[in-house]
């Protein structure tokens, strides 16, 4: 498990060359250890001050804020569907062919907008995105997509749009015409039992941000995030190390809210180790 930023919303520019506005929050995710997968955790946002003490067996975490305790129950659930074939209205342009080979064009899959007088799908919803999806294969007008990072939950009917390509330390751009235009396809089905790319064969998307992190009274407190939205290369930076926690898919999350006099994460953490690990 890590912190993640997660996308919320976004504007695509009336010029392909500007920098896209997005809005992010942060939020806790689970990282798949081999392959290229992040399912992000709607419920559990993180602030800034945020103290975050989790248990060794990573069945359960607990956020500390304002002087309120939120435990997160985690458990087993069975892998959900990855992958969607998509046709697509073009074969990919040559300028791309780059970006296909490191697997950095990417589009955004988003609730649908629905006409309410005919109930059919409009677009794409961009104040309500529910995952980033990467470009695995595209051969002619066939295209195969993976979902490398989940926030809401994909289902069919939702809609995918904005293909754009993510440079390292560059703000996402439209991916040629086809990313300018204002293509969207509706997903049909997403296939069951395949699998995202191994995290070894898929550079990993510079989201251009850094979480500092303190270990205070024996929590992870989240100190600052440092974000560079700047279209020139920026020096390398060592992200600093985050909470460890086992990693196991998470079934549900529980949120029953527990007051914590004077915020003492020392007696929260003597409290879980008493209790919980056994």
């Known amino acids: 498990m890590r912190l993640h930023n997660a996308v ?72 959900r569907p990855s992958r969607l074939k ?31 007088l005919n109930g059919k799908t409009v677009g794409p919803d961009r104040e309500r995105v529910k995952a980033l999806a990467r470009v695995s294969e595209w051969n002619g007008k066939d295209a195969v997509f993976w979902l490398e990072e989940n926030y809401l939950g994909v289902q069919p009917g939702d809609v995918i749009a904005d293909l754009h390509t993510w440079e390292p330390r560059h703000r996402n751009q439209s991916a040629g015409e086809l990313g300018r235009a204002e293509w969207f396809a509706a997903i049909e089905t997403m296939e069951a039992g395949s699998s995202p790319p191994a995290r070894n064969d898929t550079p990993s998307l510079n989201r251009e941000f850094l979480i500092s992190f303190d270990v205070h009274r ?21 992200p600093q190390p985050a ?33 919980f690990d056994r």
């Open 86 to 116: 998509i046709a697509m209205p073009s074969e990919p342009e040559a300028s791309l062919t780059d970006a296909l080979t490191k697997h950095g064009v990417c589009a955004f899959i988003c609730a649908p907008l629905i006409n309410p």
């Open 218 to 238: 024996g929590a992870y407190q989240v100190e600052k995030v440092i974000v560079a939205h700047s279209n020139k290369p920026q020096p390398a930076a060592t």
């Open 243 to 275: 909470p460890v926690i086992a990693l196991t898919p998470p079934i549900q999350q529980q949120a029953p809210k527990v007051h914590v006099e004077d915020a003492s994460i020392a007696i929260v953490r003597r409290f879980m180790v008493e209790h």
């Open 8 to 79: 919320r919303s976004y504007d695509v520019p009336v010029k392909s060359s500007d920098d896209w506005s997005r809005k992010e929050s942060l939020q806790l995710g689970f990282q798949h250890p081999q392959q290229s997968s992040l399912s992000l955790l709607p419920l559990a946002d993180v602030h800034l001050r945020d103290s975050l003490v989790p248990t060794s067996d990573g069945t359960k975490l607990v956020r500390i804020r304002d002087g309120q305790a939120i435990v997160f129950f985690f458990g087993v659930r069975s892998e």
